[in-house]
C-alpha cells in the first residue's frame, strides 16, 4: 500500500484561505460601496496572502518516503516514525496527521524533532480492546506557515500492522496439548525431517541438501553426514471463529468480532510457536477452513486468514458448520470455539460439534462491558442492568456446560481464564 | 533530537502578537471611532482570536475571525485619509503575520512566510503611493482596484507556470 511519488500535485486551498477571501471580498465592496479606499488597503494583504503564500513560500517537498513501526504493551501503543526525503527547508513546513485505528483515543500530542531532509514523529494511542488491525499511513503534505494552502507530498506510505491481545496467551505455549488424533493405524510419518529440535546425524543421501549437511561430523569421520531433525508436535487444534452476525446490533457484532479474532489471533500465534499443529477455520454463512498443520508458511496462512475474517452478513445454520467441519477434519480433534454467544444460532453450535466428535472448548467474548456505560442510565440504573444482564449470560451459559467447557471472556484485555483452565486439567468438566 | 524525548520548539511568540497588536491598535487609534473604542475594539478582537487558537485545535483555522471582524468594524469607520490607508494595510499585515506564528506548528513562522508576506507588502505600498499620487478619492479607489486585478492576475499566472514547471517529477527543495 504505497503511493509512489510524482503524482501531480495541485495547490488545496484551506478553510482558512475562503475565510481571508470571503473576508477581504467583503471589505472589497464595502470600499467601493462606501467610495472609501481605506477597506480597500486592508482587503489588500487579505486577498494576495493565499496567492502569494502558495507562490512564493520556499522548500515545498514532493516526496517523503515513510518508515514506522508500533511498540508498548497491552492497550497502549507507541509509535515512531520517520519521514525522509530530498526537503531542506520544507521540513519545517511538513504537516503529519495519523489516522487512529477505529476506536484508538490518542494519549498525548504528537511530538515531532525536524531536520533537513528528515522529519521524525512519536504519538500514542490507548486501545479499547484487543484489535489486529492494519493502520492506515498518515496523511503527510506541506503547509505554508498561514496555513491557507496545502500540496499533497507523495513517497512510499506503508500501512502498520498492529496486534494487541492478551498478554496471557503467551503463556499458553508452555502448556501441553493433549495429543487429540490418535486414531488406530496413524503414524507420524513427518515428524523427523528437515525441520524442528536436533534429533541425530545420520548418513547423508547423494541429493542431500547442503544446508542439512554436519560439516564438522563430516570432517571427523570423513565422509559427508546430514543433520535430522524432530518436529516436536505437542498437540493439535482446531480453531473456530464464530463470524455470524448473533444480535440485532450489527456494530455490536462486528466490535465484538474484532475482539474475538484479536484473541484468536494471539492463541494461534502462542501455539505456533510451541510447534502445536493448529488449524483454522472461520464460519459466516459458510465455512472458510484451513488445514492442520504447523510450520512458518502455514503460520502466515493462518494468521492472514484471521486477520482478513469480517462478519458474515447472513448467520449460516449451526449444523452446517459442524458438517463442513466433518469434511475437512478427522472427528476427535480438539476444537476450541470463539463465539460472542449473543444469540441463538451461537447456542447451538456447540452441541451440533459435539455431535460430530469434535470436542469443543468456548471461549466467549462478552458484550456485556460493551453494551453498559452507554450514559442512558443513572448509576444505580446502571449497576442494576449490569447484574440482572450478568446472571442472564451465566444462565445461557450454565446450560452449555453440558456440552463443552465454557470460558467467560468478560476483561478483554486478560485471557487468565484459559490459560488457568489448560493448566490445571483437573478442572475440565467435559461431559 | 533522536530520542522519543526530543520536540521541537513550537511557535506562537508573544513578540509577533504584540506587532499585531500594535498595528491594529494604532490602525483603530486614526479610526472612526471616538475615544479608545478603536484601538480596543482591535486589541480585544486579536485578543479573542489568539485565546481560541491556542485553546482549541480544531478551530484554529477559523480563530482569525473575531479579529477579522474587528478590523473591518475599523475599515467601515475610518475616515479616508492617507494616514488610515496605509495602516489599515500595516493592521491587516500585522494580522497575518500573528497568523504565521501558530503556537502548534514549529516556530519561526513569520520567518518562513517572510515572502510572501513582503510581497503583500510591496503591494500595499505600491497601491498607497498611487493613490497619494491621484488627489481625487474615487480615482484613487479605481487605481488601486486596477491595481490589485493586475497584481491578482500576476499571481495566478506564476502560480499557474509554477506547476505546470514542476509536474511529476523529483523534489527541488
Given at each position: 500500500?504505497?503511493?509512489?511519488?510524482?503524482?501531480?500535485?495541485?495547490?488545496?486551498?484551506?478553510?482558512?484561505?475562503?475565510?481571508?477571501?470571503?473576508?477581504?471580498?467583503?471589505?472589497?465592496f464595502?470600499?467601493?460601496?462606501?467610495?472609501?479606499?481605506?477597506?480597500?488597503?486592508?482587503?489588500?494583504?487579505?486577498?494576495?496572502?493565499?496567492?502569494?503564500?502558495?507562490?512564493?513560500?520556499?522548500?515545498?517537498?514532493?516526496?517523503?518516503?515513510?518508515?514506522?513501526?508500533?511498540?508498548?504493551?497491552?492497550?497502549?501503543?507507541?509509535?515512531?516514525?520517520?519521514?525522509?526525503?530530498?526537503?531542506?527547508?520544507?521540513?519545517?513546513?511538513?504537516?503529519?496527521?495519523?489516522?487512529?485505528?477505529?476506536?484508538?483515543?490518542?494519549?498525548?500530542?504528537?511530538?515531532?524533532?525536524?531536520?533537513?531532509?528528515?522529519?521524525?514523529?512519536?504519538?500514542?494511542?490507548?486501545?479499547?480492546?484487543?484489535?489486529?488491525?492494519?493502520?492506515?499511513?498518515?496523511?503527510?503534505?506541506?503547509?505554508?506557515?498561514?496555513?491557507v494552502?496545502?500540496?499533497?507530498?507523495?513517497?512510499?506510505?506503508?500501512?502498520?500492522?498492529?496486534?494487541?491481545?492478551?498478554?496471557?496467551?503467551?503463556?499458553?505455549?508452555?502448556?501441553?496439548?493433549?495429543?487429540?488424533?490418535?486414531?488406530?493405524?496413524?503414524?507420524?510419518?513427518?515428524?523427523?525431517?528437515?525441520?524442528?529440535?536436533?534429533?541425530?546425524?545420520?548418513?547423508?543421501?547423494?541429493?542431500?541438501?547442503?544446508?542439512?549437511?554436519?560439516?564438522?561430523?563430516?570432517?571427523?569421520?570423513?565422509?559427508?553426514?546430514?543433520?535430522?531433525?524432530?518436529?516436536?508436535?505437542?498437540?493439535?487444534?482446531?480453531?473456530?471463529?464464530?463470524?455470524?452476525?448473533g444480535?440485532?446490533?450489527?456494530?455490536?457484532?462486528?466490535?465484538?468480532?474484532?475482539?474475538?479474532?484479536?484473541?484468536?489471533?494471539g492463541?494461534?500465534?502462542?501455539?505456533?510457536?510451541?510447534?502445536?499443529?493448529?488449524?483454522?477455520?472461520?464460519?459466516?454463512?459458510?465455512?472458510?477452513?484451513l488445514?492442520?498443520?504447523?510450520?512458518?508458511?502455514?503460520?502466515?496462512?493462518?494468521?492472514?486468514?484471521?486477520?482478513?475474517?469480517?462478519l458474515?452478513?447472513?448467520?449460516?445454520?449451526?449444523?452446517?458448520?459442524?458438517?463442513?467441519?466433518?469434511?475437512?477434519?478427522?472427528?476427535?480433534?480438539?476444537?476450541?470455539?470463539?463465539?460472542?454467544?449473543?444469540?441463538?444460532?451461537?447456542?447451538?453450535?456447540?452441541?451440533?460439534?459435539?455431535?460430530?466428535?469434535?470436542?469443543?472448548?468456548?471461549i466467549?467474548?462478552?458484550?456485556?462491558?460493551?453494551?453498559?456505560?452507554?450514559?442512558?442510565?443513572?448509576?444505580?440504573?446502571?449497576?442494576?442492568?449490569?447484574?440482572?444482564?450478568?446472571?442472564?449470560?451465566?444462565?445461557?451459559l450454565?446450560?452449555?456446560?453440558?456440552?463443552?467447557?465454557?470460558i467467560?471472556?468478560?476483561?478483554?484485555?486478560?485471557?487468565?481464564?484459559?490459560?488457568?483452565?489448560?493448566?490445571?486439567?483437573?478442572?475440565?468438566?467435559?461431559? | 533530537?533522536?530520542?522519543?524525548?526530543a520536540?521541537?520548539?513550537l511557535?506562537?511568540?508573544?513578540?509577533?502578537?504584540?506587532?499585531?497588536?500594535?498595528?491594529?491598535a494604532?490602525?483603530?487609534?486614526?479610526?472612526?471611532?471616538?475615544?479608545?473604542?478603536?484601538?480596543?475594539?482591535?486589541?480585544?478582537?486579536?485578543g479573542?482570536?489568539?485565546l481560541?487558537r491556542?485553546?482549541?485545535?480544531?478551530?484554529?483555522?477559523?480563530?482569525?475571525?473575531p479579529?477579522?471582524?474587528?478590523?473591518?468594524?475599523l475599515?467601515?469607520?475610518?475616515?479616508?485619509?492617507?494616514?488610515?490607508?496605509?495602516?489599515?494595510?500595516?493592521?491587516?499585515?500585522?494580522?497575518?503575520l500573528?497568523?504565521a506564528?501558530d503556537?502548534?506548528?514549529?516556530?519561526?513562522?513569520?520567518?518562513?512566510?517572510?515572502?510572501?508576506?513582503?510581497?503583500?507588502?510591496?503591494?500595499?505600498?505600491?497601491?498607497?503611493?498611487?493613490?497619494?499620487?491621484?488627489?481625487?478619492p474615487?480615482?484613487?479607489?479605481?487605481?488601486?482596484?486596477?491595481?490589485?486585478?493586475?497584481?491578482?492576475?500576476f499571481?495566478?499566472?506564476?502560480?499557474?507556470?509554477?506547476?505546470?514547471?514542476?509536474?511529476?517529477?523529483?523534489?527541488?527543495?
Open positions: 500500500m504505497s503511493v509512489t511519488a510524482g503524482a501531480v500535485r495541485a495547490v488545496r486551498w484551506t478553510g482558512r484561505a475562503y475565510l481571508l477571501l470571503g473576508s477581504g471580498s467583503l471589505l472589497l464595502t470600499a467601493v460601496a462606501s467610495r472609501s479606499p481605506v477597506p480597500l488597503f486592508v482587503a489588500l494583504p487579505l486577498l494576495l496572502i493565499p496567492f502569494a503564500s502558495a507562490a512564493f513560500a520556499p522548500g515545498q517537498p514532493t516526496a517523503a518516503d515513510l518508515s514506522w513501526s508500533a511498540a508498548g504493551l497491552g492497550p497502549d501503543v507507541d509509535v515512531a516514525g520517520e519521514l525522509r526525503g530530498p526537503f531542506g527547508s520544507g521540513a519545517g513546513n511538513l504537516v503529519v496527521e495519523p489516522r487512529p485505528p477505529p476506536g484508538a483515543v490518542p494519549t498525548g500530542p504528537i511530538r515531532f524533532a525536524r531536520a533537513p531532509g528528515v522529519v521524525r514523529f512519536w504519538l500514542r494511542w490507548r486501545l479499547p480492546e484487543p484489535t489486529i488491525t492494519t493502520v492506515r499511513p498518515p496523511a503527510v503534505f506541506w503547509q505554508d506557515p498561514l496555513a494552502a496545502e500540496v499533497d507530498v507523495g513517497g512510499a506510505r506503508p500501512a502498520l500492522p498492529l496486534g494487541r491481545y492478551p498478554a496471557e496467551v503467551h503463556r499458553l505455549g508452555a502448556i501441553r496439548l493433549d495429543r487429540t488424533i490418535a486414531l488406530p493405524g496413524e503414524t507420524f510419518s513427518r515428524r523427523i525431517g528437515a525441520s524442528g529440535e536436533f534429533y541425530g546425524i545420520r548418513e547423508a543421501a547423494p541429493d542431500e541438501p547442503w544446508g542439512r549437511i554436519n560439516w564438522r561430523a563430516s570432517a571427523r569421520v570423513g565422509r559427508l553426514l546430514a543433520n535430522d531433525y524432530q518436529v516436536d508436535l505437542t498437540g493439535d487444534l482446531l480453531i473456530v471463529l464464530d463470524a455470524r452476525p444480535s440485532s446490533d450489527r456494530a455490536l457484532d462486528a466490535r465484538l468480532l474484532g475482539i474475538a479474532r484479536a484473541g484468536v489471533y492463541i494461534a500465534d502462542a501455539l505456533f510457536h510451541s510447534k502445536v499443529r493448529v488449524a483454522f477455520a472461520s464460519f459466516g454463512e459458510f465455512l472458510d477452513a488445514p492442520l498443520s504447523a510450520g512458518r508458511g502455514h503460520r502466515a496462512r493462518v494468521l492472514a486468514a484471521i486477520a482478513a475474517s469480517r458474515a452478513p447472513v448467520a449460516g445454520p449451526a449444523e452446517r458448520c459442524a458438517f463442513s467441519l466433518k469434511r475437512f477434519y478427522r472427528p476427535g480433534l480438539t476444537t476450541m470455539v470463539i463465539s460472542s454467544w449473543t444469540g441463538e444460532p451461537s447456542e447451538e453450535l456447540v452441541p451440533y460439534l459435539r455431535r460430530q466428535g469434535f470436542p469443543p472448548l468456548l466467549s467474548p462478552s458484550p456485556l462491558p460493551l453494551l453498559l456505560g452507554s450514559g442512558e442510565l443513572s448509576p444505580v440504573e446502571e449497576q442494576v442492568a449490569r447484574r440482572l444482564e450478568l446472571v442472564e449470560r451465566r444462565v445461557r450454565s446450560e452449555t456446560w453440558r456440552y463443552a467447557p465454557v467467560d471472556w468478560d476483561d478483554y484485555w486478560s485471557l487468565e481464564g484459559l490459560a488457568r483452565f489448560l493448566r490445571r486439567p483437573s478442572r475440565r468438566r467435559v461431559s | 533530537m533522536n530520542g522519543p524525548e520536540g521541537e520548539r511557535g506562537g511568540s508573544r513578540s509577533t502578537f504584540g506587532v499585531a497588536a500594535l498595528a491594529i494604532a490602525f483603530g487609534l486614526v479610526g472612526g471611532l471616538p475615544y479608545f473604542l478603536g484601538p480596543a475594539l482591535g486589541v480585544v478582537g486579536l479573542v482570536a489568539a481560541v491556542r485553546r482549541s485545535a480544531r478551530g484554529r483555522t477559523f480563530a482569525p475571525m479579529a477579522l471582524v474587528a478590523l473591518t468594524a475599515a467601515v469607520t475610518a475616515p479616508a485619509v492617507a494616514s488610515a490607508e496605509l495602516l489599515g494595510g500595516v493592521a491587516s499585515l500585522g494580522l497575518l500573528w497568523m506564528d503556537p502548534r506548528r514549529p516556530a519561526g513562522g513569520g520567518r518562513r512566510a517572510s515572502l510572501a508576506l513582503a510581497s503583500c507588502g510591496l503591494t500595499v505600498g505600491i497601491a498607497w503611493a498611487v493613490l497619494l499620487a491621484v488627489p481625487h474615487a480615482g484613487g479607489v479605481g487605481v488601486a482596484g486596477a491595481l490589485l486585478a493586475l497584481v491578482l492576475l499571481l495566478a499566472y506564476l502560480l499557474a507556470r509554477e506547476a505546470e514547471a514542476r509536474g511529476p517529477g523529483p523534489a527541488t527543495a
